[in-house]
């Protein structure tokens, strides 16, 4: 089939990941997945919730929100409506669950981390890319947390990143932009870790139910495009992850020959490393 934008089915788009885009913020990166543009900034505070007050373990929580003009057609601020949507509040608990998946909140100690995810621009898969950018923060975060001496050991396990997958005409397509996920058949989006374990898997058959089949190709999929956006976390973070010292995050020997997360060829002009 032919897509919008040329890519093959089994192609991400073009992906950049840029850390400590946001000055003013603890840690942050900006993800751009295509069209698709998202920050995500982490605040720390020196306190938990009233949950987890006396039990020495910490909290990673996340907000989700749209600019206004993140879509062709402008959305209002939730806040004037006084309460997150429905959609709003499904996607930051997803965000939150799928970093706390891979998090050591003991680590923490009794301290929280909130991670903000905004959309700046939206075409399709602004959870999964708000996701794989707001790990890569956090990570960020975990860094700068250690080098202040405010934690005792590295406060994060494995990678976690999500990708969208569907058949659209009847086959399956990876990282579907707004045009692909409206007249898919089939959507699912899938969160996983860098060593491949499942998180969170939603999917929808949008008109005819899909096959046992079609379920495993969408999986196996999907995991193609996670690990080509694993390496694109380790290539922003660079030497970050030599430091973190954890086997599971340390950054592959790419050598001359970079990996292409696009195609699997050639590595694009993005992925940036952190900006000092």
């Known amino acids: 089939m032919t897509r919008r934008d040329g890519r093959r089915p089994d192609q991400l788009r073009p992906v950049e990941i840029t850390v400590g885009w946001q000055q003013t913020a603890y840690a942050s990166a900006l993800v751009e997945l295509g069209r698709t543009k998202v920050i995500c900034a982490v605040t720390y505070e020196d306190r938990v919730p009233p949950f987890l007050r006396g039990s020495g373990k ?5 907000e989700y929100a749209m600019l206004p003009g993140a879509t062709g057609e402008r959305s209002a601020r939730e806040v004037a409506k006084g309460r997150p949507g429905g959609r709003t509040h499904e996607i930051q608990r997803l965000i939150g669950r799928s970093l706390r998946a891979v998090a050591d909140t003991e680590a923490f100690g009794e301290s929280t981390l909130w991670v903000d995810c905004d959309v700046l621009q939206a075409d399709g898969g602004t959870r999964c890319a708000s996701i794989t950018g707001a790990w890569v923060a956090l990570f960020a975060a975990g860094h700068r947390l250690m080098q202040e001496k405010r934690v005792k050991s590295f406060p994060l396990r494995d990678h976690v990143a999500a990708v969208s997958v569907g058949l659209v005409d009847g086959t ?8 692909e996920d409206v007249r898919a058949e089939t959507d699912m989006n899938v969160v996983m870790t860098g060593l491949g374990g499942l998180v969170e898997v939603q999917g929808t058959a949008e008109r005819e139910p899909f096959s046992r089949e079609e379920l495993d190709a969408l999986l196996d999929l999907a995991g193609q495009g996670i690990q080509a956006l694993v390496k694109a976390q380790k290539q922003a973070l660079g030497p970050m992850l030599e430091e973190a010292a954890i086997p599971p995050l340390r950054r592959l020997a790419l050598g001359p020959a970079q990996l292409d997360l696009s195609d699997g060829r050639s590595l694009p002009s993005g992925a940036r490393g952190p900006n000092r």
């Open 58 to 62: 910490g909290w990673v929580t996340s």
């Open 172 to 179: 399956p397509c990876l990282d579907l932009h707004y045009d």
